[in-house]
């Protein structure tokens, strides 16, 4: 039997992102929470813990938000449970992702310091035969 590139971890960790994406952006309709999404999911390898990643779009509101998934998240663990072929439902524990607010922070230092990112950077010129890039 062939193996597969991914770990079961893995699978359920995706399928969690998604049901728990559901749940919230339900939530956030219902006005229960601010705007939010889910960014990561990681799973233990017993499935007994589930660490949520997410984003706010508004950095002022992630404490708050993260104040209402956690009054929230028994209820998600209950519908997650309906809705997954799992033999246990993970109790859900949420983080703020501060990994957007890093990569801006590196991002402007970058800018500050007169380095331009590599998503910025222009095509090279051609060389005089018209092939490759000048080189000095």
């Given amino acids: 039997m062939a193996r597969t590139p991914f770990k079961r971890t893995d699978r359920v960790a995706a399928e969690l992102r998604r049901e728990v994406g559901l749940l919230v952006h339900q939530a956030v309709r219902d006005a229960l929470l601010p705007e939010l999404s889910v960014s990561d999911v990681e799973v233990t390898r017993d499935f007994s813990h589930a660490t949520v990643y997410f984003t706010v779009l ?3 509101s992630a404490g708050p938000a ?6 929230l998240g028994r ?12 033999r246990t439902t993970p109790e859900l524990h949420f983080r703020y992702d501060t990994s957007v607010e890093q ?3 590196i991002d402007h230092l970058l800018r500050q310091a007169g380095v331009t990112p590599a998503a910025d950077d222009p095509e090279p010129e051609p060389g005089p035969d018209g092939t490759g890039p000048v080189r000095n």
């Fill in 103 to 105: 990569g801006e922070r």
């Fill in 58 to 60: 508004d950095n002022d």
């Fill in 75 to 86: 209820e998600f663990r209950m519908q997650l449970a309906r809705r997954l072929r799992l």
């Fill in 66 to 71: 993260l104040a209402m998934l956690k009054e």
